[in-house]
């Protein structure tokens, strides 16, 4: 059974930083696109970023609110894809989730969340 399970999280000051980072229990090469998505309280799940593994190169793509601030990063022989935070908002507080794409599929699998709150 595929399991993400996310790490990293925590409480930050606006202007912080944190990585997170998402475990897969199998390994990364199976998913075409891994990525992170956020749900703050009261509003719907949101894209965050994305990365797709096409050969041997990636493709990233992230919202517009956080462009230049986050990166998107995997590691394959880690079977682990990073989310790089900087210049942290009070509007990045959120419930991060990761979220995995099978490889010449529809299927997707979620991680249980981690939550990241920045204090203004």
């Known amino acids: 059974q595929v399991q993400l399970v996310e790490s990293g999280g925590g409480l930050v000051q606006a202007g912080g930083s944190l990585r997170l980072s998402c475990a897969a229990s199998?390994?990364?090469?199976?998913?075409?696109?891994m990525g992170w998505y956020r749900q703050a309280p009261g509003k719907q799940r949101e894209l965050v970023a994305t990365i797709a593994s096409i050969n041997s190169a990636s493709s990233t793509n992230y919202a517009d609110s956080v462009k230049g601030r986050f990166t998107i990063s995997r590691d394959n022989a880690k079977n682990t894809v990073y989310l790089q935070m900087s210049s942290l908002k009070p509007e990045d507080t959120a419930v991060y989730y990761c979220k995995a794409r099978v490889r010449y599929s529809s299927i997707d699998y979620w991680g249980q969340g981690t939550q990241v709150t920045v204090s203004s």
């Open positions: 199998v390994s990364t090469f199976g998913f075409n696109v």
